[in-house]
């Protein structure tokens, strides 16, 4: 069982940055990526960016070149830099676990933090 936190989500203007915050507990060894995925209304959920637990980075091509995926194994936590935000950013943003061992495989998913861009 994994556990995930989300935090950091907040109102920005346009151009602004946000950083988002997710903290995995639980069965932790066995997360091998971490994530963040973000659902529109009227659109179906998406990749915002992706982290293994070795360093490599994936971006949804939405936000690449704006983003900025980051982690910190020791602790268990997953970090998502937003810069130059924009309207169309505006949603709620879930962090994403991929738990894994010789049994089964998990999708675990934070409760979302809600990211609104805005004058």
């Known amino acids: 069982q994994v556990q995930l936190a989300e935090s950091g989500g907040g109102l920005v203007h346009p151009g602004g940055s946000l950083g988002l915050s997710c903290a995995a507990s639980?069965?932790?060894?066995?997360?091998?990526?971490m994530g963040w995925y973000r659902q529109a209304p009227g659109k179906q959920r998406e990749l915002v960016a992706v982290i293994t637990r070795g360093g490599a980075t994936h971006y949804g091509t939405s936000v690449y070149g704006r983003f900025t995926i980051s982690s910190d194994n020791a602790k268990n936590m997953v970090y998502l830099q937003m810069n130059n935000l924009k309207p169309e950013d505006t949603t709620v943003y879930y962090c994403?676990?991929?738990?894994?061992?010789?049994?089964?495989?998990?999708?675990?998913w934070g409760q979302g933090t809600r990211v609104t861009v805005s004058s």
């Open positions: 994403n676990a991929d738990y894994q061992d010789s049994l089964e495989l998990i999708d675990y």
């Open positions: 639980g069965s932790v060894s066995n997360i091998n990526a």
